[in-house]
């Protein structure tokens, strides 16, 4: 006898926008013909999501939307089933809050789940601000590292800020590191205390927004800049060569 093949559904990777920007304008054709026929989507934030697809999709139906919250109250248990519909054979979407889900964001577990059990994973083309920040900072683009949220702790992160500094000169590697928009101004006046002066550093600020903001300089020269970073969200760049 035969054996029975199981098909499953895929699991398609939604972008969404980093920015205000009209959607179409940032986001190819394909993710709205992908979420026109999606019904089960994985989510952060169910609020964010509904209005995304609102603007996107204005004909869908929202009723007829399941949405799976995956964020720090998500429970191991709901994690575990989140791909049953795939299982079934039903597609599924993957969406992240803002940007490409998987990258600095809950849903690679769901992805390597999905890889576990043999699941189709189709990624869609949509922008990330760390891939974005480190296409616009001129530093090496053939080896970079990103290192996710420095610590809060005011050593812990003076310490961390020169590991980052010695393994880029060590490795010419590019190091790039993020932190809440509320302590944006607070880590840019740290980098400026810690770091060697004749590291470069790029701020990436409000990248894809009507008031975005790129720049790379030596961290000497960022001393005689002010620039607003309160309340911003930034992505921030080192480099350095031996």
Not at 94 to 103: E, N
Not at 154 to 161: A, C, D, P
């Amino acid at each position: 006898m035969d054996k029975q093949v199981t098909t499953y559904g895929t699991l398609y990777l939604i972008p969404s926008p980093i920015g205000e920007n009209p959607y179409l304008e940032v986001l190819p054709l394909l993710v709205k013909k992908t979420i026109e026929k999606l019904t089960h989507i994985i989510i952060e934030n169910e609020k964010a999501t509904r209005r995304f697809i609102k603007k996107i999709t204005p004909n869908k139906n929202q009723e007829s939307l399941v949405l799976y919250p995956l964020n720090k109250f998500t429970t191991q248990e709901e994690i575990e089933s989140y791909l049953n519909q795939c299982k079934l054979g039903f597609s599924m979407g993957l969406m992240s809050d803002a940007g490409c889900p998987g990258i600095a964001d809950p849903g690679a577990i769901i992805v390597t789940k999905a890889h576990e059990i043999g699941i189709k994973v189709k990624p869609l083309v949509g922008p990330s601000s760390i891939f974005l920040a480190m296409m616009s900072s001129g530093m090496n683009g053939q080896n970079f590292a990103f290192n996710g949220y420095v610590p809060i702790e005011k050593k812990l992160r003076t310490q961390m800020l020169l590991k980052y500094e010695k393994k880029s000169i060590r490795e010419n590697q590019a190091q790039l590191f993020i932190e809440t928009p509320y302590r944006s101004d607070t880590l840019f006046k740290d980098i400026l205390k810690t770091l060697n002066p004749n590291m470069r550093l790029c701020i990436a600020c409000d990248i894809s927004s009507s008031s975005e903001y790129i720049k790379t300089l030596n961290i000497h020269e960022w001393k005689g800049e002010k620039p607003d970073l309160k309340k911003r969200p930034c992505i921030f760049i080192i480099e350095g060569s031996s």
